[in-house]
């Protein structure tokens, strides 16, 4: 029968060999690209959604408070910033702590308990009887919140198929409407009960609980969000997090639960124990995960608790010669973006405070316009990697508009031309979440699975002192020009720019994936 049908080309034959053989997915990766994205897959990308959303919605609130919290607490200007210093330092905390501790413990724990953290220590904030009590419990917050965007992007990224990668770029559609959300609950409850912007100081406390109630408020519905986490869906641990501890039994178990919770039960009974059996990855495994052997610190003698020593031992392998360079290098582009795009929002209230009317409703209805307008830059960004910009130019060129929009700005606001200067704001917005959304994207994709959320964390915890460095050095710029916050946040928009630039489009473990038969399905 044969020589009725053509024969497949030699040529073809040994074109398909050849990326057999380049194939530079582990067994694992091709186990995971073969069940696909599923029911499973979209849940999860929703449910981490809900975490990067909670990120964005409290930092919004904390803004939009101030004013309220200075006229109910009768804070003077030089110390009002400490709220939000408090926010940022235990966000920093938070995305270290809860970064290690989902290379240590599993992503699991880490993605339920860092919600559940938020919803308590949020809606306690709205029970401050003090100033100093307030930022105590804000920064309670900020440690449980900080840990929501590392590890549920690492947990996230973990699931998908290599061919649905850039969906985690999406998450920051979620980061985006968290800020919407703060803006409408607090337009809802703020003005009817708050004092005048312009009353004295202090008001009558009685007339100005309408900040409490954001916080109550938004402390219920993070609340929500951890409940439906827990009830409506099982979560299992990480595939390739029980890989690399050396749990592949764990992890086939992982698999085909999710395949059948896709609808593929066949598939699920057809995986077996080799598919997840990656030798190379597993092997390195036994010294703490990380196949590398760390003296304790102090000369041979523990000086640490073991739990500090485990920790420092996980920095330090993120630091190794294969590493270093693109670790330096991320998180100098998290911390330059952090540092200059906080500063340019701390300058922003006083750059428009002649433009907008003093009732508390018309300020917060141009913080809702400001949040909406940067909506679509989480799409855009999620749509430019698949474009031939790929990952490196979409972020180094969305960073380099962040710049160009703070110099139209600034020359809008010399013209005193309120439409320009509302516009180029917008276009900050706009470019600056397209310039998070990949960043957030890209940044788990590029580490191993074995450092993966401690550099994530580690990432995030640079963004956080960023975000406290921004408002102390604005405001000392602001004592030689009202434009310096704005220009110094251009150059280090640049300087983020030039550390995405000296990274490569296939930087890291994920990358080197796509360089293979993941670059062609990805692109497509």
Request: charged share 15%; aromatic share 10%.
């Amino acid at each position: 029968m044969s020589g009725y049908f053509p024969g497949p080309d030699t040529e073809d034959v040994q074109q398909l060999l050849d990326e057999l053989e380049d194939d530079p997915r582990t067994q694992l990766d091709k186990t995971i690209d073969r069940i696909g994205m599923g029911s499973y897959q979209w849940t999860l990308l929703c449910l981490c959604g809900f975490g990067w959303m909670a990120d964005n919605m409290w930092l919004q609130a904390v803004a939009i408070i101030l004013p309220r919290v200075q006229q109910h607490y009768s804070v003077p200007d030089g110390y009002i910033g400490i709220l939000s210093s408090a926010m940022f330092a235990g966000m920093m905390l938070g995305a270290v702590g809860w970064g290690t501790c989902s290379d240590l413990l599993g992503r699991s724990t880490a993605f339920n308990a860092t919600l559940f953290f938020t919803a308590l220590f949020g809606t306690l904030a709205s029970f401050s009887y003090s100033y100093t009590s307030l930022c105590f419990v804000l920064f309670l917050l900020g440690s449980a919140v900080g840990g929501s965007m590392p590890t549920d992007g690492t947990l996230l990224i973990e699931h998908m198929p290599q061919s649905k990668l850039y969906l985690v770029t999406a998450l920051s559609l979620f980061f985006s409407v968290g800020s919407v959300l703060a803006a409408i609950f607090a337009l809802v409850l703020v003005p009817q009960n708050s004092c005048d912007s312009g009353a004295p100081t202090p008001c009558d406390p009685a007339l100005n609980n309408g900040w409490k109630h954001l916080l109550a408020a938004l402390g219920v519905l993070t609340l929500a969000m951890f409940v439906a986490r827990i009830l409506f869906f099982r979560l299992h641990e990480s595939p390739r997090f029980l890989v690399h501890a050396g749990r592949p039994a764990e992890a086939l178990e992982a698999l085909q639960l999710i395949a059948r919770f896709n609808g593929t039960p066949t598939l699920a009974g057809e995986l077996k124990l080799a598919d997840v059996d990656d030798t190379a990855v597993v092997a390195p495994a036994v010294e703490e995960h990380a196949g590398v052997e760390y003296e304790p610190i102090g000369g041979g003698k523990e000086v640490l608790p073991h739990w500090a020593d485990r920790w420092t031992k996980r920095i330090r392998m993120v630091l190794v010669p294969e590493w270093r360079r693109t670790s330096l290098l991320v998180w100098g582009a998290w911390c330059s973006m952090a540092l200059a795009y906080t500063m340019f929002n701390v300058f922003l209230p006083k750059l428009l405070e002649s433009e907008a009317s003093t009732a508390i409703s018309d300020s917060l209805w141009d913080v809702l316009v400001f949040t909406l307008g940067g909506c679509p830059g989480a799409l855009l960004g999620a749509r430019l990697i698949l474009t031939p910009l790929g990952r490196r130019w979409s972020l180094a060129g969305s960073t380099l508009f962040t710049a160009g929009f703070c110099i139209l700005f600034v020359f809008a606001q010399k013209a005193e031309s309120a439409l320009a200067v509302r516009v180029s704001a917008v276009g900050v917005g706009l470019a600056s979440t397209t310039m998070w959304a990949v960043l957030y994207g890209w940044t788990p994709e590029i580490f191993a699975t074995k450092v993966r959320g401690t550099a994530c964390g580690i990432a995030s915890a640079l963004s956080r002192i960023g975000g406290m460095i921004a408002p102390m050095l604005g405001g000392a710029l602001l004592v030689f020009s009202r434009a310096a916050p704005v220009y110094t946040s251009m150059v280090a928009f640049v300087l983020a720019a030039a550390c995405v630039l000296m990274l490569s489009e296939d930087e890291g473990e994920g990358g080197r994936s796509r360089g293979g038969r993941g670059a062609r399905i990805i692109v497509h």
